[in-house]
């Protein structure tokens, strides 16, 4: 089947501009995650829904990161008025309800802000 | 705090030769334990776990065990190929909070 998809691949943004970025988990899979890996460094994690429920949002750096999952499948994040330390790769992972310690990462979107 | 940390890289070994990458945690709780690989150009995959004390896990030759008394994690495999070349990441996660922790990543590369 499918894994975890991500789109754009890249992105490059002006200082200041918003960005919309979508993942689209497994299918069925229930738990869907953000992480932001700046170069040279491990994931960090951003926030987590559980269907259509965003139940951590801890990770998120500002205000001008947001992120839904309205329909409890796709998901989008959402970054508004970039700046040049936004500037990583985004990564999306989801996990089934059956192996919530599992997590399948999609290929991510590297996010450039100029 | 939960953390992982790990060796730094890179690590440069020649084909055949014993890879050992070194992880420890530091965790409040009781979390499970991963080593995730990234191949150039690809995403994050699963490696392989270990959700319990003493337990070992192994995949593709690799091996960790889970050892609480020295909050260690460490990625080993006997005999490593080029096509092993890759950023390995350690990380955790809390029962209960499924979010991972990660190391910063330790770069491998095999030379034939």
């Known amino acids: 089947g499918a894994g975890v998809s991500q789109s754009p691949r890249y992105k490059v943004a002006k200082r200041g501009q918003d960005v919309a970025l979508r993942c689209d988990p497994i299918?069925?899979?229930?738990?869907l995650f953000w992480y932001q890996q700046a170069l040279g460094q491990g994931p960090e994690f951003l926030t987590y829904f559980q269907n259509e429920a965003q139940l951590d949002k801890s990770g998120l750096p500002s205000d001008r990161f947001f992120a839904e999952r309205p329909e409890g499948s796709v998901s989008t994040l959402k970054i508004q008025r970039t700046q040049q330390e936004d500037s990583a790769v985004y990564l999306c992972a989801s996990s089934s309800r059956e192996h919530t310690d599992t997590q399948y990462f999609g290929p991510g979107t590297r996010l450039t802000v100029l | 705090g939960n953390s992982v940390t790990q060796m730094e890289g890179p690590v440069t070994l020649s084909e055949e030769a014993f890879l050992t990458i070194n992880c420890t945690y530091t965790?409040?709780?009781?979390?499970?334990l991963f080593w995730y690989v990234q191949y150039p150009g690809e995403g994050l995959q699963l490696l392989l776990k270990?959700?319990?004390?003493?337990d070992k896990g192994s995949n593709k030759g690799f091996e960790a065990t889970y050892r609480k008394e020295t909050t260690s994690f460490h990625l080993e495999k006997g005999s490593v190929q080029v096509s092993d070349s890759a950023v390995y990441f350690c990380?955790?996660?809390?029962?209960?909070?499924?979010?991972?922790?990660f190391g910063t990543g330790t770069r491998l590369l095999v030379s034939p």
């Open positions: 299918s069925g899979h229930v738990s």
């Open positions: 990380a955790l996660s809390l029962t209960g909070f499924q979010k991972l922790v």
């Open positions: 965790a409040t709780g009781y979390p499970s």
């Open positions: 270990a959700t319990k004390a003493d």
